[in-house]
């Protein structure tokens, strides 16, 4: 009699990985998260599974049989690199991807809202006027014009959205003061109007003959002076 011992080759079953969601490498998105989906064979637990963004290890996955699910991956501006890795007795494997993240950009042009003198048009009897103004998405006062009657005037303040032109002298009669803005986003202005009507003093009437009041005379003419 003979005893055969039959000892199969084994074969090696490392594992594999393959991200399919995003499908595309790289991917381009305007989401500020992205959920990460791949097939990951030839490994049972989680354990041997890691899971990195730019670098970063993160626990927030989920592992299934094969399938391998992250959401709500927070991404940064830019490049993101996610990278799954898997390990068994017999070898490591891996896949990466590369996310760019390009975040919708809102337009952002400028607001001006004149706020000193609050009515339009706004009457005055004194010969000079501060102008007060609330100017939004504009951060240098080179991007700001103040004329008045057409005449561009520099002496001005802006300290963040604050506006402000201290002693600006009227003409007399109408006033148009206009304040516009600038932006890579675009213009926008305000403009009032301000009346300028200088004092008039009242009239003033002395009479001085006669001289006192009542005054007593016995003549039937007299002379008024004043």
Known sequence: NTVIIYSPVRVPTPPTVNITNPSANPYGTQNPTQTINATIRNVTTRNNVSF?????????????????????????????????????????ANDNAVIIYSPVRVPTPPTVNIT????????????????????????????VS???????ISNFTLSGTSFTANNVSLQQGNNTVVISASNNDGNANDNTVIRY???????????????????TTTLQTENIRA
Do not use: K
């Not at 626990?59 to 992250?70: L, P, Q, Y």
């Not at 501060?130 to 939004?136: D, E, F, H, K, L």
């Not at 103040?146 to 561009?152: A, D, L, R, S, W």
């Open 52 to 92: 990195t963004v730019n670098g970063q290890s993160s626990n927030n996955f989920s592992f299934n049989g094969t399938s391998f699910t992250a959401t709500n991956v927070a991404l940064q501006q830019g490049n993101n690199t996610v990278v799954i890795t898997a390990s068994n007795n017999d070898g490591n």
């Open 116 to 143: 000193t003198p609050a009515a339009n048009p706004y009457a005055t009897q004194n010969p000079t006027q501060t102008i007060r103004a609330t100017i939004t998405n504009v951060t240098n006062g080179n991007n």
């Open 146 to 152: 103040f004329t008045v009657n057409g005449q561009t």
């Open 197 to 215: 009507t200088p004092r008039v003093n009242p009239p003033v009437v002395t009479i001085t003959m006669p001289n006192t009041s009542p005054y």
